[in-house]
């Protein structure tokens, strides 16, 4: 059996996604995979909480500690380095990663955004703001997206969709914690696991699942 990838789940917030995570590594559902560490962009945040109580190593790299995104970066890539880091999982991390960044590792970045990429997506749209938007145009059917990261805000290729149809007269709150449950949290470990597992292969844009 090939060697388990080594996981660094970057986070910014709460950490639900990171959670799903942990959850289907205890579970068996991701053994192609372990999470080596958590990083934080910002102290305190309850993901670190999490890691702890799952007992993998959580530090943070706080962005407001360098003056400038190239050191920020340089000290993200060389605690990566340290833990000799395959794959990287942005999980609720609020920060847009530079070009030269995301070079360091080519098709090892994934991203788990709330919405049905290419709608309600790039700059601007995180969080809680995008099923706001959602609701707002009054689309019907919403859902979430796991996709490689590339230069473009939420522009990389996608792996993974899942719809989630809007229950009438739903808050923008509501919203996020269905999507979370019923596409995010399902997704997330499925599309970590096809990548450790060396089952993603690209064709252009396309991500094909191999068996
Ligand atoms: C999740 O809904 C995630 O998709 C979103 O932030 C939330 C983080 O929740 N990410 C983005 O909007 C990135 N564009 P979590 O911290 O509980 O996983």
């Known amino acids: 059996m090939s060697e388990k990838k080594r996981i660094a789940v970057l986070v910014s917030g709460g ?12 579970a068996g559902k991701l053994t192609s995979g372990e999470i080596a560490v958590v990083i934080a962009s910002k102290p305190g ?3 670190l909480e999490r890691a702890a109580k799952a007992g993998v190593e959580g530090i943070c ?13 340089k000290a993200l890539l060389s605690e990566l380095s340290a833990r000799k880091i395959d794959v990287l999982v942005l ?10 960044f995301i070079k360091s590792f080519p098709d090892r970045i994934v991203n788990v955004h709330p919405a049905l990429i290419p709608s309600f997506c790039g700059d601007g749209f995180y969080g809680l703001h995008v099923h706001e938007r959602a ?5 019907k059917v919403t859902g979430a997206t796991v996709h490689f ?3 473009i805000t939420d522009g990389g290729a996608i792996i993974l969709q899942k719809a989630v149809p809007i229950p009438e007269g739903i808050s923008a709150e509501n919203l996020q914690q269905l999507v979370m449950k019923e596409a995010e949290h399902i997704l997330l470990p499925q599309a970590v696991e096809l990548l450790c597992a ?13 068996e």
């Open 198 to 210: 060396g089952k993603l292969k690209r064709d252009g844009r396309r991500v094909l699942i191999t």
């Open 61 to 73: 790299v706080e962005r407001k500690a360098f003056s400038s995104k190239e050191d920020f970066e």
């Open 45 to 47: 945040v309850f993901a």
């Open 91 to 100: 999980a609720g991390f609020m920060l847009v990663l530079s070009e030269s």
């Open 135 to 139: 609701l707002e145009y009054g689309v």
């Open 149 to 151: 990261v590339n230069e």
């Open 15 to 26: 950490g639900t996604n990171l959670q799903a995570l942990i959850d289907a590594e205890k």
